[in-house]
């Protein structure tokens, strides 16, 4: 058995970051389109809109990277992903905190068999609309 390569890249280019931005805009609409219905007492929307927020914040971090760096993070560990954005001019070490942030809440948003909190969902799609706003500054600005 062969060991696992940590921090495995993809190439990519400015088309890809705006395609991967396009995306994380997508999943932070239909977060907040989620969000807003919440109070439905059948349903387990604030799971949803935590994994919405999430998914907008690794295509947002995919967008910054392959905008500014050129390459994306496509390892089996996200800390990769943290650790790359975290490198992206100028605003990576904030990028990184709130990506982390969303990778934390990933397995319970996603996988867990307890609804997420209205307060961590909130808080998830705050985070992923500043992860979008800054990668939308980076793939903006990228030459």
Do not use: N
């Amino acid at each position: 058995m062969s060991p696992r390569r940590s921090g495995r890249t993809a190439a990519c280019d400015r088309a890809d970051a705006t395609v991967r931005f396009r995306h994380a805009e997508s999943f932070l609409i239909v977060a907040d389109l989620v969000q807003a219905q919440v109070d439905d007492p059948l349903l387990a929307l604030t799971s949803v809109a935590a994994s919405l927020a999430v998914l907008a914040g690794i295509a947002a971090a995919d967008a910054a990277c392959c905008a500014a760096l050129g390459r994306r993070a496509r390892g089996q560990s996200h800390d990769d992903a943290i650790a790359l954005v975290r490198t992206v001019e100028p605003d990576g070490e904030a990028m990184a905190r709130d990506l982390g942030r969303l990778i934390a809440l990933k397995d319970d948003a996603h996988y867990g068999v307890l609804v997420v909190s209205p307060e961590r969902a909130r808080s998830a799609v705050s985070w992923a609309r500043r992860l979008v706003a800054a990668a939308g500054e980076v793939v903006a600005t990228a030459a």
